[in-house]
């Protein structure tokens, strides 16, 4: 039935007839959704809500975490994806990762998309990092609602205790087996994806696991068919691709930037505010909804898309 309708979306988005039709071989090729930046933002909203709700932040430990989770879940859930909490404890609290496996594809050949979903505790943590996580929850559902039906298997992680250095992600990890572990083939990792003042940064292969550079690619063909520039950026440890980088597996991800400061240059290339950071809210209690670019949130999340059809099929 999925394939059906793969190959369906495949010949309206080819505007093939049906005397061309896709032979089925290239129903997997067929090009990504067009992710609608509004059902992101409504996710944005809930994790706001979530946190007003909580004390003001979803960090680690704080109500507000295990709240994201179990709202991530639900959604997953109801999609059909095979959701797991993996818990673990950190600094006296306990901490949750979500796992979420879209079912079918070949299980010996995994690709994960990743993104952590607590908050640092002075604030709601929507730019840091509500977008990645409610990018990916979106992509996850518009896998469901198109009926993609990729050879790879797809297995998605909403990742606690980033926060407090990288703890949910390392968990995981060495949770696998050696065996599981090998059968993951790429990871993308989800970080700040909506800054206010937003770069437009794919993680830089250099220095990371072999086939982490087609994934570099990957990313960045996906900005250059929006007609977006990039530049390449050096996230060394700073988020949960590293965790899977030190088992060997090959990473990418994309970032519009923190506490950095744009320059000159950039922002003739990308505008906003030269002198100014991507996010000045970084950390800070003002992430907010209000701290989001709604038009970094939504190239990123159909680079996301484009990406993890590209990767997957
Ligand atoms: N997760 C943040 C941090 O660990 O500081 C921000 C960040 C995300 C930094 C991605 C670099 C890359
Ligand atoms: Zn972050």
Redesign the pocket.
């Given at each position: 039935m999925r394939i059906l309708i793969a190959l369906a979306a495949a010949l309206m988005a080819t505007g093939a007839t049906t005397a061309q039709a896709a032979a089925p071989a290239e129903a997997g090729a067929l090009a990504a959704p067009d992710i609608n930046v509004a059902n992101v933002q409504a996710h944005l909203t809930q994790f706001q809500s979530i946190s007003d709700a909580n004390g003001g932040n979803r960090a680690h430990g704080r109500p507000g975490y295990l709240a994201s989770v179990n709202w991530v879940k639900s959604k997953l859930d109801a999609a059909g994806f095979v959701t797991r909490v993996q818990s673990f404890s950190y600094g006296g609290a306990t901490g949750y990762n979500l796992i979420a496996d879209y079912p079918g594809g070949d299980e010996n050949n995994v690709v994960m998309l990743g993104g952590?979903l607590d908050s640092v505790t002075a604030g709601p943590g929507i730019n840091?990092?509500g977008t990645g996580s409610a990018s990916i929850l979106e992509v996850a559902l518009q896998m469901r609602a198109t009926g993609f039906a990729p050879t790879k298997h797809v297995r998605f992680g909403w990742w606690g205790a980033?926060?407090r250095g990288?703890i949910g992600s390392t968990h995981y990890v060495n949770s696998l087996t050696t065996t599981d572990r090998s059968k993951i083939k790429a990871y993308l990792?989800f970080?700040?994806t909506g800054s206010p003042n937003p770069g437009y940064?794919v993680?830089s292969a250099s220095g990371q696991p072999s086939g982490s550079l087609a994934l570099q690619q990957r990313l960045q063909a996906g900005f250059t068919s929006l007609n977006v520039q990039t530049e390449l950026?050096s996230?060394?440890g700073?988020?949960?691709h590293a965790a899977f980088a030190r088992a060997a597996i090959p990473v990418g991800?994309t970032?519009t930037g923190?506490?950095g400061i744009k320059t000159a240059a950039q922002a003739q290339k990308w505008g906003g505010t030269a002198g100014q950071a991507y996010d000045r809210c970084?950390?800070r209690s003002c992430d907010t909804l209000s701290n989001v670019s709604a038009t970094a949130l939504d190239r990123n999340a159909d680079v996301i898309a484009h990406a993890l059809w590209a990767t997957a099929a």
């Open positions: 952590h840091d990092n980033e926060e990288l990792n970080d700040m940064f993680y950026t996230v060394g700073r988020s949960d991800g970032f923190a506490e970084y950390h």
